[in-house]
Each structure stands twice: as C-alpha cells, then as structure tokens.
C-alpha cells in the first residue's frame, strides 16, 4: 500500500517560484504522477516521473527521489491561473495498478 | 472531441434509492476507474478495470458495484444510496501502460438526501 503526504495549503505571490513537496512510503513503486484541479473541475495531467531526477515542462518542473521516497512540483513564473489543487499520485507495481492519490495541495496565488 | 463523458452532471437522490453512473470513452483505453473526491480525503478509488470483461475492488468499494461489457463503457451502480455517498464521482481512463496517465471526466456531483 502506499501513504502519500502533502501539504494542505499554500500561498504565493504572482511571478514567483513555488515548491510543492509530496512524500510516499509504500511497499513498491512504478511512477509517481503530478495532476493540477481546478475548483470544480476534473484533475489534468502535469507530469510523470518514474527515473530520479528533473523533469521539465514549461513552467512546470518536476522532481523525484526513489531512495527519499520524495517529489516535488515546481511553479515558476507564477500566475494567477495557477491557484489550483495539486495532486501527487503513485503508482504500485506490477504494470497498470491504478493510481493512489494524496490529499492535494491548494495553491492559492495572490498579487 | 476524444474523451471521458460521464451523466449526469449532478443528482440529488433520496435515500434508499437505487442510481446507476454512466462513464463513457472514446480513446480505446484499456483501463477505467471510478474514484470519488471527499473535502478532506482527496480522490479514493471505488473500483476499477483494467480491461473489458474484468474488474476489481478499490479502496472504498462498499455500496457500488461496476460491470464493464465493453470497452467503451464502465457504469457505476449504487444499489441502495446512503447520505455518505453524497460525493463528487469521478470516472477515469487510461491506456494501460505503466506510464499511462489517467484522464478524468467531469465528474458527476451526487447528493443523497
């Protein structure tokens, strides 16, 4: 099984840079998945990382530690669109187990 | 447009009521999901499938059940609604690949009175 922790809220100014941290512990591991929602809406994919290292999209980075059991989202150039919930999700071996997500992290960015 | 249509969009239903949940998609996935969006819990999963014909329990399977006929369609039946399934019902897709993301519907807003 696996226990994700996120934190619940975070607050960021327009035009600055945002780390949103993830933890999992977990028997077994084949990938981790980062997912942006909107109030209201339905979770969209940002990013997917199953190797250690940087993963970079735009704006949008992310980072994975196998041997930490850690990820985190990066936002840089933050804009107002941007407040929205996070979530980290991980998936267990073998193959195409579903998903596991954590609580989400709302991110809420000010002027 | 390629996607996951779920119906309806929102339902209010008395308790004791029987209510099925339809998820519809177009992109051949293999696998569909049923998941369900608490304030405070995050997404739970209900059941799944992961591919025509077979399904399997989630985290919170309890009072739904699931069949899958076909490829296209993974309808989510709860069979004597309870105010504690008053939830946001989200179905999802994918691919069936260990990298395979999930793409979610718009998600079906029940409220069991």
């Known amino acids: 099984g696996q226990n994700i922790d996120q934190p619940t809220e975070m607050t960021a100014t327009e035009g600055a840079i945002v780390q949103i941290n993830c933890t999992y512990q977990?028997?077994?591991?084949?990938?981790l998945f980062w997912y942006q929602q909107h109030a209201g809406e339905a979770p969209t994919f940002l990013s997917y990382?199953?190797?250690?290292g940087l993963e970079e999209k735009g704006r949008f980075s992310s980072f994975l530690s196998r041997s930490k059991g850690y990820s985190y989202l990066l936002l840089k150039e933050l804009q107002m669109k941007d407040s929205a919930s996070y979530l980290c999700?991980?998936?267990?071996?073998?193959?195409?187990?579903?998903?596991?997500f954590g609580k989400g992290t709302r991110l809420s960015v000010i002027a | 447009i390629a996607g996951i249509t779920q119906a309806p969009t929102s339902q209010i239903l008395a308790a004791g009521r029987r209510m099925t949940l339809r998820c519809t998609q177009d992109?051949?996935?293999?696998?569909m999901y049923w998941y369900r969006q608490d304030l405070g819990l995050g997404l739970r999963l209900i059941h799944y499938?992961?591919?025509?014909?077979?399904?399997g329990k989630g985290e919170v399977p309890d009072g739904y059940s699931v069949s899958r006929a076909n490829t296209d369609d993974f309808p989510l039946t709860l069979a004597s609604a309870v105010p504690s399934q008053t939830s946001v019902y989200f179905c999802?897709?994918?691919?069936?690949?260990?990298?395979?993301?999930?793409?979610f519907g718009n998600g079906t807003r029940l409220t069991v009175t």
């Open positions: 999700a991980v998936r267990d071996p073998p193959g195409n187990t579903p998903l596991v």
């Open positions: 990382n199953v190797l250690d």
């Open positions: 977990t028997s077994g591991f084949n990938g």
């Open positions: 499938s992961n591919t025509a014909g077979t399904t």
């Open positions: 992109m051949r996935h293999n696998a």
């Open positions: 999802a897709s994918s691919a069936g690949t260990e990298s395979s993301p999930l793409h």
